[in-house]
Structure formats: structure tokens, C-alpha cells
Nanobody, 126 residues
Framework: QVQLVESGGGLVKAGASLRLSCAAS????????MGWFRQAPGKEREFVAA????????DYADSVKGRFTISRDSAKNTVYLQMNSLKVEDTAVYYC???????????????????WGQGTQVTVSS
């Protein structure tokens, strides 16, 4: 059974950093692309970052490029999202997800991902 558990969220001030973790079970993260998404109140879920199943490529939303970094530790079967220079507009619930197809890459569409975790709240104050 595929399960994703996010952690690491919290309340921080603008300019601070946080590192989110996504612990996976029931499959190996090296077999599928993994993504981070976020959803703010009243808004649709949006793409944040993804890492290719090879671990050799990553992709970012324009709004976080240069500030966020996605990585993974295959030995721990965990995906991370390092978030630096946080802004108030980064406030949202952050979710990780696994690509529905093992070889999916280059998409930022949430419908191409599944097995969503429960999410972790990130709140950035001014």
C-alpha cells in the first residue's frame, strides 16, 4: 500500500527557511517521479517542484525557482523540499505525491500525480 507522510511545516517569518520531508512507503521513490504541490485557502492545488525518477533532473514553478530545492534520499525513501527566503505568499498546505506512471516527467499537472499525503501546513508571517 502506497503511503506518503509529510512533515516539517510550521509558522515562520518572511525570509526564514524550512525543510519539508515526505516519507514514502509501499514503493521505492527511485521508480517514480515525485512532486510537491501546495494549496492555499480558496485556491486550487498548484505545482511547486518535482524530481525525476532518475534523481538527475528537477523542475520548479516559476514562483519558487531559485528559492526552493527538491531532493531525495533513496536509502531513507524520503523526498525533501528545502524552502529558503520564504514569502507570505508561500503560505499553504504542502503535499507530496507520486507520479501515476513510473516514467512521467515534464508535467506540472496535479492530475498526473496520486497517492497524496495528508499535507503539512506552512505559514509565513510578515
Amino acid at each position: 500500500q502506497v503511503q506518503l507522510v509529510e512533515s516539517g511545516g510550521g509558522l515562520v517569518k518572511a525570509g526564514a527557511s524550512l525543510r519539508l520531508s515526505c516519507a514514502a512507503s509501499g514503493f521505492m521513490i527511485s521508480t517514480n517521479s515525485m512532486g510537491w504541490f501546495r494549496q492555499a485557502p480558496g485556491k486550487e492545488r498548484e505545482f511547486v517542484a518535482a524530481i525525476k525518477w532518475t534523481g538527475l533532473s528537477d523542475d520548479y514553478a516559476d514562483s519558487v525557482k531559485g528559492r526552493f530545492t527538491i531532493s531525495r534520499d533513496s536509502a531513507k525513501n524520503t523526498v525533501y523540499l528545502q524552502m529558503n527566503s520564504l514569502k507570505v505568499e508561500d503560505t499553504a498546505v504542502y503535499y507530496c505525491a507520486v507520479s501515476r506512471k513510473a516514467t512521467t516527467w515534464g508535467t506540472q499537472n496535479p492530475s498526473d500525480f496520486g497517492s497524496w499525503g495528508q499535507g503539512t501546513q506552512v505559514t509565513v508571517s510578515s
